[in-house]
């Protein structure tokens, strides 16, 4: 049976006034548009590989949720998806990927769904389709012929990995290949003997493959041409759209679990101080045998070296019961699951005499289909039975806090659990992959690891000697896999994708346009960096200075980094009043009366970048002019030298200034403003970072490359940016009307620094 894996997310609206807060990933509702998004995965029970079981497929599941804002919620396996999610109304993209994304394999494979969904006032539903993501490659066994074609290999290759088919597997494999972003063909090779017994290769292309594709090889021979190599055969391929998976099985083997322990790990305690062992068994259709078998068993005190607990004898039974062993077995139709937990008490455990030697019992499941799980069970009972399995130990990487993985490094946490293990340490690589890069434990741990002098017994309850390595100069949006490892030892690997950086748009400020503003005077014409006033991401101060015909944003070709032009912010004077030059990444809302009403801050992907850079020069005027009543606020004196600013910051909203004496409100700095009140909107920012001049920048008539550090806040931990705040002024107390009219400054090629 050929089915395709599949996940259905089912959106429903919420009632209008059945719900009070929203998602702290999303804005304050409106007066319309409240939304709950409840969202159901559901995996096919009927299709799931044959190397892979459906609750790994469940576990391994990743979950994005995104808005126009960028990523709004992402969740690793599906039974961390909540069942209600608060969305407001608007567009959304669900996104799911599961499986093993390598560059080529026999058995790994990868599946991705996308789908746009709107959440309205309603009942709303959207069902994502996982499908194969990989290009699929097989032979046409029917058409190898044995006695013209010999020894042959058939290579097929991208440019990360190859796989060969061969006579031995030629009738049952299919090659699953993930493809690099710049491949655009797959090489294969046929090598081999021909029927005069001389050696043949032959080289082809499958061009431009596509996901979800199986191109099937099919062989044609000409052996009555004389010469040999390409020409003894070509290949006809057919290229078949994969709507059904043909490796899939019906259900997967039952699964066997440890109840709060690893059942792949030794189970170890000193004599009489073991604690009950719960073993949980989920296999679909039903259990048709559960055995345990050990050569120990009469040590064990168990009835027979074979037991079968679905068919035991009255005599058997009789035996298990005054162990106190007990199992049980119950079915959910709904999930077509048979469960089932068996329990090794403390009584039982307690009563096994103390050895040298590890005891061991073989858990073996078999399903109604005939599918069998057989796992090692192991004990210790004393230390000098313990066996140390992981010498090193790598952790997960804590994701719930967000600062933990970065575009460009990551710190990983392990721990040496055997004070002998030689070069321990993690290496990682790009998933996909072959090369692996090493990162050892630094000698300062080595050493401590060797004096604690601990036990098996004492490494293994303490975790072991812990250290942390941290990559640097990794690739953002990647997937990397990581392992612990010692010399002839590697840990089951481990996953982690890097954040994806964010390109500020017209960050080198070439591009630029104009629009038409109704003043108090008129309408006038104003200058702006962008092409299209209904997309932009910069914005000035030049609409309320249009007032008094005064600009105080322009692109120049006096000093430029790269392209052609720079921004040229000139703080100007009318009437005796000082407008700062400006720039800012956001909305000059309205001009209300001859003041301004700004919203700074643009949307922004998530990411933690370490610092800002841009390419600035900046030259203070003379001569300042404080307005009256101010003075409290500013940190410049009259007639004196004015001061330039540029601060960055990420936040969770756009922030809106207003310059107004009366209901002034201006960016949340610090966490109180001049007054000593708490400041508004603080409790939005995530990260903020600032440079400050009171006295010239650069070279003359050049730019010069500043850096400007971010301090991201304890909200940055558990909350994410949605917006990028920029702001540069040539006065730096422009919002209080007080600088210089002389004032200048020059900014070109704002970059986010990754590190």
Same mark, same amino acid.
């Given at each position: ?54 609750? =790994? ?5 990743? &979950? ?16 961390? /998806?909540?069942?209600?999610? /608060? ?8 996104? !799911? ?28 539903? @959207? /069902? ?59 090489? $294969? ?65 039952? +699964? ?102 590890? $005891? ?130 590697? =840990? ?23 629009? =038409? ?33 005064? @600009? ?18 000139? =703080?100007?004077? !009318?009437?005796?009043?000082?407008? +700062? ?5 956001? &909305? ?8 301004? @009403? ?25 001569? &300042? ?131």
């Amino acid at each position: 049976m050929n089915k395709n894996i599949y996940y259905s997310l089912l959106a429903c609206g919420l009632l209008l006034g059945g719900l009070t807060q929203s998602c702290a990933t999303e804005e304050p509702f409106g007066a319309s548009g409240e939304g709950e998004l409840r969202m159901k995965m559901v995996i096919n029970s009927d299709v799931t590989r044959a190397e892979t079981d459906e609750e =790994s497929l469940r576990e391994n599941c990743v &979950v994005y949720i995104s808005g126009t804002k960028g990523l709004l919620h992402k969740y690793k396996g599906l039974e961390n /998806v909540p069942e209600q999610i /608060v969305l407001k109304s608007g567009a959304y993209v669900a996104e !799911a990927w599961t499986g093993d994304s390598v560059s080529a394999s026999f058995d790994k494979k990868f599946f991705r769904g996308y789908q746009p969904f709107n959440i309205e006032p309603g009942i709303n539903s @959207v /069902v994502v389709n996982c499908k194969i993501a990989n290009v699929v490659v097989s032979i046409n066994p029917e058409t190898i012929d044995p006695d013209l074609m010999k020894d042959w290999t058939i290579n097929v290759a991208n440019s990360r990995a190859s796989l060969d088919f061969t006579e031995e597997n030629m009738d049952y494999a299919k090659g699953y290949f993930m493809m690099p972003n710049d491949d655009t063909e797959l090489v $294969y090779t046929i090598s081999g003997t021909n029927n005069e017994g001389q050696k043949f290769t032959y080289t082809g292309k499958i061009e431009n493959p596509e996901r979800a594709h199986e191109y099937v090889l099919n062989i044609e021979y000409h052996p009555e041409f004389e010469e040999i190599g390409g020409s003894f055969v070509t290949i006809v391929i057919a290229d078949n759209e994969v709507t059904v998976e043909s490796e899939v099985t019906l259900f997967s083997r039952p +699964a066997v679990k440890g109840v709060g322990f690893e059942i792949d790990k030794q189970i170890f305690a000193n004599a009489g101080k073991f604690t009950d062992k719960i073993f949980k068994i989920n296999a679909f259709g039903g259990i048709r045998s559960i055995h345990l078998e050990s050569t120990d068993y009469a040590e064990l005190g168990l009835p027979s070296d074979d037991l079968d607990l679905m068919n035991l004898t009255d005599v058997a039974a009789e035996a298990m019961h005054n162990s106190g062993i007990t199992w049980d077995l119950t079915f959910n139709e709904d999930k077509n699951m048979a469960i089932s937990y068996i329990t090794l008490p403390a009584t039982w455990l307690n009563n096994i005499p103390e050895r040298e030697q590890e $005891y061991q019992i073989i858990l073996s499941v078999t399903d109604k289909y005939g599918k069998v799980t057989s796992v090692p069970v192991r004990f210790a009972v004393g230390e000098g039975a313990i066996v140390i399995d992981d010498p090193v130990t790598v952790e997960d990487i804590d994701t719930s806090n967000l600062l933990n993985i970065r575009g460009r490094r990551v710190t990983l946490n392990g721990a040496i659990v055997n004070a002998d293990a030689l070069n321990p340490g993690i290496r990682y690589r790009e998933a996909g992959t072959l090369s692996w890069q090493f990162a050892g434990a630094d000698a300062a741990t080595l050493s401590r690891a060797r004096r604690r002098h601990l036990s098996p017994a004492q490494a293994l309850r303490s975790g072991g000697t812990s250290f942390s390595v941290t990559l640097t100069g990794l690739k953002p949006g990647t997937r990397y896999e990581y392992q612990a490892v010692a010399d002839e030892f590697n =840990s089951e690997s481990k996953f982690f994708t890097t954040e994806a950086e964010f390109v500020i748009p017209n960050a080198s400020f070439e591009t630029w346009g104009t629009y =038409s503003a109704k003043t108090m005077l008129g309408t006038k014409t104003v200058i702006f960096p962008g092409a299209d006033r209904n997309d932009y991401f910069w914005d000035s101060g030049n609409e309320g200075a249009a007032t008094a015909s005064k @600009v105080v944003l322009d692109k120049s070709t006096d000093m430029f980094h790269s392209g052609s032009y720079s921004a040229r912010l000139a =703080s100007t004077s !009318a009437v005796g009043v000082i407008a +700062a030059g400006n720039v800012f990444t956001g &909305v000059y809302v309205k001009t209300d009366g001859t003041d301004g @009403v700004l919203s700074i801050g643009r949307p922004y992907n998530g990411s933690h970048p370490d610092k800002i850079a841009v390419y600035a020069n900046y030259r203070p005027g003379g001569n &300042v002019t404080v307005k009256s009543g101010n003075e409290k606020y500013v940190d410049v004196t009259s007639g004196g030298t004015d001061h330039g600013q540029i601060y960055v910051a990420l936040t969770t909203a756009p922030i809106e200034i207003r310059t107004k004496a009366a209901n002034r409100k201006l960016f949340p700095a610090a966490e109180t403003n001049e007054d000593g009140k708490p400041a508004e909107d603080y409790d939005k920012v995530v990260a903020y970072g600032q440079v400050t001049w009171n006295s010239a920048f650069g070279p003359d008539g050049n730019l010069q490359r500043l850096e400007i550090p971010l301090e991201y806040r304890n909200i940055a931990k558990t909350t994410k940016p949605l917006y990028l705040v920029i702001v540069c002024s040539a006065s730096k107390f422009g919002d209080f009307y007080c600088g210089s009219a002389s004032s200048v400054m020059y900014v070109d090629d704002f970059e986010l620094v990754f590190e």
